[in-house]
């Protein structure tokens, strides 16, 4: 704005100036004809940014595609419709209540990253690209969630990103737009249905336990089973083994261990009791 506003000002003081010069004097004549020269360069003379391009229409049909610059254009016969963004764009869209093959309704929120590598097809294809993106994401993103159920909605998230970039590269590439990413961001299940899901996630993961702990005892049983027709001929075997498991109790507890001896198996024999007592009385 301000550059126009500049030009027209330079145009309209050289052609007063020239009035001036040429008539001595400045007029109501040369006061109009330094407003519409003025008005001429002002339409003809425009600033592109760098990342935009203009799409220059002559008598209504399309004319080239001009900038970064300065871009200059012929007064009345030519004009830009538009000035396409090249810069990468993000657009949110998301599916409200939207149904899975196992009639779960879920809420998806997303991203989509694009921009535009065709000046000319995003001008002259559609009318607004920018809400045909979004649109056109948000119909995908409901039909990708229609033909999967909630786990894989829920396991498949990156699969999920993926078909839709390649769904909406197929369908937006014709208007001149390229699909960088799409990134789902949530995934929310109503809340009268998660406890339910929570219980049957509980449950589940109750089975599995239960399934490895009988898994274990039956590898143990087996074990055991084995262990026992090993000892069952060898009773010295037998008893090392039962030392070495007392042996490792009390290491582990740090307590005492009192285990009888042959030397009180003595006094509880008769023969050996009458023994003594007879030792006992010669002295």
């Known amino acids: ?46 600033i592109v940014m760098e990342w935009e391009r203009a799409v220059v229409m002559r008598f209504g049909r399309f004319n080239r595609v001009a900038g970064p610059g300065i871009v200059f254009t012929w007064p009345i016969i030519e004009f830009y419709t538009v000035r396409i963004d090249q810069r990468v764009a993000a657009t949110y869209f998301g599916a409200e209540e939207t149904l899975t093959t196992d009639l779960v309704p879920v809420n998806v929120d997303a991203v989509v990253f694009w921009m535009v590598f065709s000046p000319k097809k995003a001008a002259m294809e559609v009318e607004d690209y920018a809400s045909a993106v979004s649109w056109m994401a948000q119909a995908t993103l409901r039909k990708a969630i229609g033909r999967a159920s909630l786990a894989e909605v829920a396991r498949r998230r990156d699969q999920l990103d993926a078909e839709l970039k390649d769904a909406l590269e197929e369908k937006l590439s014709e208007w001149g737009i390229d699909i960088i990413d799409v990134e789902v961001r949530d995934i929310v299940v109503p809340r009268e249905l998660q406890s339910s899901m929570a219980a ?16 274990a005892e039956a590898d143990i049983s087996a074990m055991l089973k084995d262990a026992s027709a090993n000892y069952e001929d060898d009773p010295e ?47």
């Open 237 to 283: 075997a037998m008893r090392l083994r039962t030392m070495h498991l007392a042996y490792e109790s009390v290491k582990q507890s740090g307590g005492t261990l009192v285990i009888p001896s042959a030397f009180s198996e003595g006094f509880t024999d008769p023969n050996v009791a009458e023994a003594i007592t007879k030792v006992t009385k010669g002295a």
């Open 1 to 46: 704005m301000a550059f126009t506003i500049i030009v027209f000002a330079v145009a309209a003081a050289v052609v007063l100036a020239v009035a001036e010069v040429v008539a001595g004097g400045i007029g109501l004549a040369a006061l109009v004809a330094a407003v519409v020269a003025a008005a001429l360069a002002a339409s003809s003379v425009h």
């Open 200 to 215: 049957s996630a509980i449950a589940a993961r109750e089975r599995d336990a239960r399934m490895t702990l009988a898994e």
